[in-house]
C-alpha cells in the first residue's frame, strides 16, 4: 500500500510539471511517477523468516516450553513481544538460524498475537489461541476428509462451527534430506473450512474439546498409500534388521553425479498428481494430442504383441520381507504407453455397437480410449471399471477405422493381458478381434514420483542403481524428512497414529519398523515418553492378497500392531467392529477419533474411571482340555449379545487351529474343542474380515490375539 506522504509528493510533482506544459517533460515525469509508484506498492521482500507453524489462527501448547525458530541474516538481532506480557530476543547464528523458547501461560480462552522483529523486519501472528495440540499422522485413513467420512452429507451445518478446533494439514512432500520448511495453513473449524479436515483427526480433537472445554490444535501430517518406513528417520530406522546401510543408500541416492541423477536433470517432468483424478485429459506433451487421431502417421512406431508391451511393465521380484508387494526394483517400468491399431470393417459391420478392451494387467492402471479419434472411455482413478463401452452410431465407417489407447501405470504390473473377449460386437457376437500386433510408443516414465518425457521412446532410459533409495512416498525415511522433520520440536501434547496397510505384507517386520517410527517421534520432540496412540487395523476382507499370498494379513498385521503395546506411554484404539469387507477405508471415522481421545482423556488429562479400551489379552491359563484367557480392558465386565462368542480357535502341538466352543465366565474367557484333546495355543478373530460379538460392557470391542510366539506367516 502506498503511503500517504508518498501520495502527496506524487501529487504535488504531478501538479508542477503540468504547469511547465512540455510535453517531452511529461512524458519523462510519467516514466518517473512510474517507477515511483511501482516500487512503493511493491510488497517489501521480508529477511526475517519464521517456521510455518507460526501463522494466524494457530494454536500454541498452554502451560509449557514452545519453541519459536526461524531464520534471518547472521549475527541480527530478533525480538519477540506476546501479547500475554513476555517480552523475549536473541541473536541469530553465523548461518541466521535463531531460536527462542517461550514460556506459555495456561489456557484463557481469548485471541493472542505475536510479534517477531528483526531490524526493519516485523512480523505479527494474530488470533492465536493457548490450547492442547496434538499431531496426527499415518496413511490414507488418518488423511481421510470429512467431506469423504460417514458425516459427509451434514457438514453444511452450524454445528461445525467452532472457533476454538483448528487444524493445519501438512501439503505432502518428499524428500532424500531432512528439510527446515513445509507448506499449509491453519484453519479454524467451521461449516466452510471443516470438510477438508482429517475426519479422525477432527473428532479426536471434538471429544476432547468436549470433555476439556479448551481449544484443540491438530497438526495434520498423513499420505495416503505409505508404510510406515517412510514416516521413519534414518537413525532409527538403521537400527532395524534389512536397513543398516540405509545411511549409505541415501548418501548415493542425493549424489548429482550419479548416471541417474544427470539423466533426471536433463529431462522435463510432470507431477503425477496431474494425472488423477483430473476431469481434463493431460498430456506429457501438446504434440501427443494427435496419437488418437485416425490419420495419424505412426509408421515410425514399434510394432509389439500385447504380452511384449506388458512384460516391459511387467516388475521383477522384491523382497517381501523388506518392501511391499507394489515396490519397484531399480530396473522396473511405470510410465506412459500409446498403442494404436488399425482394422477393416465391411457395409455390415459398422453397425456395432460394443468395443470390449478387454482386462488389463492390474486394477490400478489408468486409461484413455479413443475410437477414429473420438473419446469413447476413459479411467483417471482407481475405481473398478468396465472395459466394455458403447460405440455412437456413425463413429464407425466402411474401410480403415483405428483404436488408440493410452495406458497409464503407476505400480504394479501394467498394460493389457492377453483376453480374448477383446474386441469388436455387434449384438453381443463378437466380429474383430484386436489380437495380433499393435503399433505402440512410450512416452513417459513415472520415476521419482514425476513422469518423465521420453522423446525417444523406453530404450533412452537410463535406469538407477539397485541401491538407490527412490524419491517416492513410499521409500525409507522420505515422508520423514519432508513432512515431520520441518515441525522441528514445536510443542504438542502427543501424537495420533493411523497406518498399516502400506506393510500388511510383512506384518511381522512391522513390529520392529513401526517401533522405529515411534521413536523417530520421540527423538525429534527430545521426549522418550511422548504419548503415542495408534488405531489397530480394522477389519477388511483383502481378497486379491489373501489368494496372493495365502494368508490373513490384516489379522496379522493387527497382532503386530497388538505386539507394539510392550513400548513404554503407548495406546491402541480398537476398531474390530467397524470394518468394511470391501473397503480399506471403513466410512465410520467418529468412533475412530472418539477411541483415540479415550486413551487421551485417561492417561493424559486425568480421567481415571475411563475404561479407554476393549478387551486385550493379558494371559493363557490351559486346564484339562481348556483354555482359560484372562484379558486387560474388562471394564465393567466382558460381554457378548448372545454369549456364544465367535471367531475362537484353538490348537495343539500342531499348531493346527480348530473352531472352538467359547463363552464368558466372569472376567474370563473359556476356550475348547473336541477336536484338541490337549490345548496350547488359542487365538481370537484370526481372519481378515469378521463381524464380532466379544465386546465389554463399556461397548468397546476386544482385540484379535493369537498365544503363538511367532504367528507370522510372513
Not at 34 to 40: E, H, K, M, V
Not at 426 to 454: A, C, M, R
Not at 569 to 584: C, H, K, Q
Request: glycine share 6%; net charge neutral; charged share 25%.
Amino acid at each position: 500500500m502506498t503511503s500517504s506522504k508518498t501520495t502527496n509528493l506524487i501529487d504535488m510533482m504531478t501538479k508542477y510539471f503540468y504547469r511547465l506544459n512540455d510535453p517531452i517533460t511529461m512524458n519523462k515525469l510519467f516514466f518517473i511517477l512510474l517507477i515511483i509508484f511501482n516500487s512503493c506498492n511493491k510488497e517489501k521482500e521480508l529477511n526475517l523468516v519464521v517456521n510455518n507453524l507460526f501463522q494466524d489462527n494457530m494454536v500454541v501448547q498452554h502451560n509449557s516450553i514452545t519453541p519459536i525458530w526461524g531464520s534471518v541474516h547472521p549475527n541480527k538481532r530478533v525480538k519477540i513481544q506476546i501479547s500475554w506480557g513476555d517480552k523475549y530476543e536473541t541473536i541469530s547464528d553465523s548461518s541466521g538460524n535463531w531460536r527462542i523458547n517461550i514460556k506459555t501461560p495456561k489456557v484463557d480462552n481469548i485471541p493472542h498475537m505475536i510479534k517477531v522483529q528483526s531490524s526493519n523486519d516485523e512480523i505479527l501472528f494474530k488470533n492465536i489461541l493457548l490450547g492442547e495440540v496434538w499431531l496426527a499422522s499415518g496413511q490414507s485413513n488418518m488423511q481421510w476428509k470429512m467431506m469423504q467420512a460417514e458425516n459427509k452429507d451434514e457438514l453444511s451445518s452450524p454445528i461445525y462451527n467452532n472457533n476454538e478446533i483448528r487444524m493445519i494439514n501438512v501439503d505432502r512432500n518428499l524428500s532424500l534430506k531432512p528439510l527446515s520448511k513445509f507448506s499449509g495453513e491453519w484453519q479454524v473449524c467451521s461449516s466452510k473450512t471443516v470438510s477438508d479436515f482429517s475426519a479422525v483427526g477432527y473428532f479426536f480433537a471434538k471429544k476432547l474439546y468436549d470433555e476439556l472445554k479448551i481449544p484443540i490444535g491438530i497438526i495434520n501430517s498423513s499420505v495416503g498409500a505409505t508404510p510406515a518406513e517412510s514416516w521413519a528417520n534414518v537413525n532409527n530406522l538403521e537400527k532395524v534388521e534389512g536397513f543398516e546401510n540405509l545411511r549409505e543408500r541415501l548418501k548415493m541416492s542425493n549424489d548429482p553425479n550419479t548416471d541417474y541423477n544427470r539423466w533426471l536433470e536433463e529431462h522435463l517432468f510432470i507431477d503425477r498428481l496431474e494425472f488423477i483424478n483430473k476431469d481434463e485429459i493431460k498430456y506429457v506433451d501438446e504434440k501427443n494430442k494427435i496419437f488418437s487421431q485416425e490419420e495419424f502417421d505412426d509408421t515410425q512406431w514399434e510394432s509389439r504383441s500385447i504380452g511384449e508391451i506388458s512384460e516391459i511393465f511387467k516388475k521383477r521380484s522384491v523382497n517381501l520381507n523388506l518392501n511391499g508387494p507394489f515396490h519397484n526394483t531399480h530396473n522396473d517400468f511405470d510410465g506412459i504407453v500409446w498403442i494404436r491399431k488399425d482394422f477393416e470393417l465391411n457395409e455390415k459391420q459398422i453397425n456395432s455397437s460394443i468395443i470390449d478392451v478387454g482386462d488389463f494387467e492390474d486394477s490400478g492402471d489408468f486409461y484413455t480410449i479413443f475410437l477414429n479419434g473420438e473419446l469413447i472411455g476413459r479411467k483417471n482413478n482407481w475405481s473398478q471399471s468396465s472395459s466394455k463401452y458403447q460405440i455412437r452410431k456413425g463413429l464407425l465407417k466402411k474401410g480403415s477405422n483405428n483404436l488408440s489407447v493410452r495406458i497409464i501405470d503407476f505400480y504394479g504390473d501394467g498394460g493389457l493381458k492377453d483376453d480374448p473377449n477383446r474386441g469388436l460386437y455387434f449384438q453381443n457376437e463378437k466380429i474383430i478381434s484386436f489380437d495380433g500386433s499393435w503399433k505402440s510408443k512410450f512416452v513417459g516414465w513415472l520415476t521419482d514420483e514425476n513422469i518423465y518425457i521420453l522423446e525417444k521412446g523406453f530404450s533412452e532410459i537410463v535406469f538407477p542403481s539397485p541401491f538407490r533409495i527412490s524419491r517416492s512416498q513410499g521409500s525409507h525415511t522420505v515422508l520423514n524428512n519432508s513432512m515431520i522433520h520441518p515441525l522441528g520440536n514445536f510443542t504438542v501434547k502427543g501424537v495420533i497414529w493411523y497406518q498399516g496397510e502400506g506393510n500388511r505384507t510383512r506384518p511381522k517386520a512391522y513390529i520392529d519398523v513401526f517401533s522405529s517410527l515411534i521413536d523417530s517421534f520421540r527423538e525429534q520432540w527430545k521426549d522418550n515418553y511422548l504419548p503415542f496412540y495408534y488405531v489397530q487395523l480394522a477389519p477388511f476382507a483383502d481378497i486379491a492378497y489373501k489368494k496372493r499370498f495365502d494368508a490373513e494379513l490384516v489379522a496379522e498385521l493387527r497382532e503386530a500392531q497388538r505386539l507394539t503395546l510392550n513400548k513404554n506411554n503407548v495406546g491402541m484404539a480398537v476398531i474390530m467392529d467397524i470394518g468394511d469387507s470391501l473397503n480399506i477405508h471403513p466410512l465410520p471415522k467418529k468412533s475412530v477419533g472418539e477411541r483415540l481421545a479415550l486413551l487421551a482423556l485417561k492417561n493424559d488429562y486425568g480421567f481415571k474411571k475411563i475404561v479407554s479400551s476393549g478387551p486385550l489379552l493379558k494371559d493363557v491359563n490351559f486346564i484339562a482340555k481348556e483354555a482359560v484367557i484372562s484379558f486387560d480392558y474388562v471394564g465393567n465386565g466382558l460381554y457378548s449379545q448372545d454369549n456364544n462368542l465367535k471367531y475362537f480357535e484353538i490348537a495343539g502341538n500342531d499348531k493346527r487351529f480348530y473352531n472352538a466352543e467359547a463363552f464368558i465366565m466372569g472376567n474370563k474367557v473359556i476356550v475348547k474343542s473336541k477336536k484338541v484333546f490337549k490345548p496350547k495355543y488359542v487365538r481370537y478373530g484370526w481372519k481378515n474380515f469378521l463381524n464380532p460379538n466379544f465386546f465389554n460392557k463399556d461397548g468397546l470391542p476386544a482385540s484379535s490375539f493369537s498365544s503363538l510366539k511367532n504367528p507370522f506367516s510372513r
